[in-house]
C-alpha cells in the first residue's frame, strides 16, 4: 500500500509512497508540529486515507491547506537535506529516498505558486 498526493485532478500529478515511509514522515511532524494540533490531526487524515487531494484542500479550507502544505513542505526539505537520516531497513536506497523528498517539496513550492499561495 502507499500514500498519493494529488496536485490537481491531472491523474500523473501526484507524489507516491509506501505507507511504511509515510508513518516514518508521518513521526517527524510529531516532533516538529507537536503545538500545532491542526496539521498534526491532517497529516495523520492523510496517512489514513493513503492520500490527498491537495488542489481540493487548497479550495475549500484555504488556511488549512497552506499550514499543511508549508508543514509537508519544510519536513520534506528537511529530510532532502539529510537533517533527518533515513532509517536502516527503511529504503534499499537510503539516497534515493532523500532526493524523492527534495522532489517533494520542489513539488510543494511549484503548487503554492501554480495555486496563488506564493
Do not use: C
Request: charged share 30%; proline share 4%.
Amino acid at each position: 500500500m502507499s500514500v498519493i498526493l494529488r496536485f490537481s485532478a491531472e491523474k500523473d500529478d501526484t507524489w507516491q509512497v509506501a505507507n511504511r515511509i509515510f508513518f516514518w514522515f508521518e513521526g517527524l511532524f510529531e516532533i516538529a508540529y507537536a503545538d500545532d494540533p491542526v496539521v498534526l490531526e491532517w497529516v495523520d487524515l492523510v496517512s489514513s486515507i493513503s492520500g490527498y487531494r491537495l488542489h481540493e484542500l487548497a479550495e475549500e479550507e484555504p488556511e488549512i491547506a497552506w499550514r499543511l502544505i508549508e508543514a509537508l513542505k519544510t519536513t520534506a526539505e528537511r529530510v532532502g537535506r539529510g537533517e533527518h537520516p533515513i532509517p536502516d531497513g527503511l529504503s534499499s536506497d537510503p539516497l534515493k529516498l532523500q532526493s524523492r523528498f527534495s522532489d517533494l517539496a520542489t513539488r510543494l513550492r511549484a503548487f503554492e505558486v501554480e495555486s496563488g499561495k506564493s
